[in-house]
């Protein structure tokens, strides 16, 4: 079975354009997590999803974040306009919702780094 | 809210000793645990769970954990580590919802 696909895996860019990260939950999963991950904070659980329909978002850290779930199969996070604080790794986590004792699957990430 | 907390930043062995990453827990109502493995440059890896039932439980790679109700703690285990073992490791709780609260993670160190 294919697991979470994100992408690109590596992302270099400037300060002040427009990132766009993209996460393909695995099929049949109605729950989607966004995480960031950095060696000063951890892993931080940014928004999620349940049904396409974001839940959670208290994790934004600013308005230069938005997620969106246009269908089951496809998410992004986009950073509007990028700062070098912003360099982290971000995942992407699906699950199925059953009696909540499923676990999450992650993908392997996206390497953001803004210079 | 849900919590655990994993106590050591660091855990060193030799090969085919035995192997134990710490984790506590603070919940209100019955846990939902879980622990995962993260190598170098990928996603955290499902390893194994505990919902209810019997307090020692198997997961992937030969891990095992125990749950203890009355120290709260769900301690990671495997009977002879491996190089190959090296990574972090994250102790995690279900939050409300079906958020995961992890921990800060533990790295495992494993010398030839």
């Known amino acids: 079975d294919a697991g979470v696909i994100q992408s690109p ?15 393909k939950p695995i099929s049949g ?3 989607l997590f966004w995480y960031r991950q950095t060696m ?10 349940n049904n396409n329909v974001p839940i959670d978002d208290s994790g934004m850290p600013e308005d230069r974040f938005s997620a969106k779930m246009p269908n089951a199969s496809f998410s992004t996070l986009k950073i509007q306009p990028s700062e070098p604080r912003d360099s982290a790794v971000y995942f992407c986590a699906s699950s199925y ?8 699957h992650f993908g392997d990430g996206t390497r953001l780094s803004i210079l | 809210a849900q919590s655990v907390a994993q106590p050591e930043d660091q855990v060193n062995v030799a090969e085919g000793n035995p192997l134990t990453v710490k984790c506590t827990y603070s919940v209100s109502g019955n846990p939902y645990l879980f622990w995962y493995v993260q190598y170098p440059n990928r996603g955290l890896q499902f390893l194994l769970k505990y919902i209810t039932g019997d307090n020692l439980v198997k997961g992937s790679y030969g891990f095992e954990a125990e749950f203890n109700k009355s120290q709260t703690s769900f301690h990671l285990k495997k009977p002879s580590a491996l190089v190959s073992d090296s990574a972090l490791y994250f102790c995690a709780v279900r939050d409300y919802d079906y ?10 160190t494993v010398r030839a």
């Open chain 1, 97 to 104: 919702s059953t009696g909540g004792n499923q676990p999450q």
């Open chain 1, 9 to 23: 895996r590596h992302e270099v860019t400037e300060m002040g354009q427009e990132v766009t990260l993209r996460c």
């Open chain 1, 40 to 49: 000063m904070r951890g892993l931080e659980l940014l928004i999620y999803f």
């Open chain 1, 29 to 31: 999963h109605d729950y």
């Open chain 2, 99 to 108: 958020k995961l609260s992890f921990g800060a993670g533990t790295t495992v």
